[in-house]
T-cell receptor, first 114, second 112 residues
Framework: ETGVTQSPTHLIKTRGQQVTLRCSSQ?????VSWYQQALGQGPQFIFQ???????GRGNFPPRFSGLQFPNYSSELNVNALELDDSALYLC?????????????FGPGTRLTVT | DAKTTQPPSMDCAEGRAANLPCNHS???????VYWYRQIHSQGPQYIIH???NNETNEMASLIITEDRKSSTLILPHATLRDTAVYYC?????????????FGTGTRLTIIP
């Protein structure tokens, strides 16, 4: 069984550019959540997709947007990049198989904005 | 969701039990305690969760006080591979759709 995968592993962008990060959820998982982790901090919830619909959003501006596809893979898009967007971006998937389904995290994409 | 308080760092000798405390004094009746850990350069990994009873799995034990205002994660025989940041999270269960609120966690270092 393949776990959660993310691409690319590392990315360097310039302030003002746009970026798309990708996440393939674990087989059978229909929920994907995205988190931003700044250096030395815990992950912060960005938003979540459940069966292709946004299912909750954290305190992030609209320039952070996402998609979930019929195969439950997902994209995170960030427009008008700012220096503070430099972080590790994590996605997590969940099978919704029980009331306390755990979330499975991918290895993350390290984004550097210069 | 209730907030949690954890010590920023702890050391533990290899082979000994590592006991990681967490305070969650504002936890509400329907909120569970979850523990995740993050090994350097990896995504967080689920460890265990509980409501009010003590729980044990192949990775760890979770002890929750009777008033549920604090808990302790126990790694019974710590190894070097247990060196990681450990996060205590309180959340209402939602079939895996929980929006997890991570704090800064406890950096556990296992000493050879």
């Amino acid at each position: 069984e393949t776990g959660v995968t993310q691409s690319p592993t590392h990315l360097i962008k310039t302030r003002g550019q746009q970026v798309t990060l990708r996440c393939s959820s674990q087989s059978g998982h229909n929920t994907v959540s995205w988190y931003q982790q700044a250096l030395g901090q815990g992950p912060q919830f960005i938003f979540q997709y459940y069966r292709e619909e946004e299912n909750g959003r954290g305190n992030f501006p609209p320039r952070f947007s996402g998609l979930q596809f019929p195969n439950y893979s997902s994209e995170l898009n960030v427009n008008a990049l700012e220096l503070d967007d430099s972080a590790l971006y994590l996605c997590a998937s969940s099978p919704n198989s029980g009331r306390n389904s755990e979330q499975y995290f991918g290895p993350g994409t390290r984004l550097t904005v210069t | 969701d209730a907030k949690t308080t954890q010590p920023p760092s702890m050391d533990c000798a290899e082979g000994r039990a590592a006991n990681l405390p967490c305070n969650h004094s504002t936890i509400s009746g329907n909120e569970y305690v979850y523990w995740y850990r993050q090994i350097h350069s990896q995504g967080p990994q689920y460890i265990i969760h509980g409501l009010k009873n003590n729980e044990t799995n192949e990775m760890a034990s979770l002890i929750i006080t009777e008033d549920r205002k604090s808990s302790t994660l126990i790694l019974p025989h710590a190894t070097l591979r247990d060196t990681a940041v450990y996060y205590c999270i309180v959340s209402r269960p939602n079939f895996g759709n929980e929006k997890l609120t991570f704090g800064t966690g406890t950096r556990l270092t296992i000493i050879p």
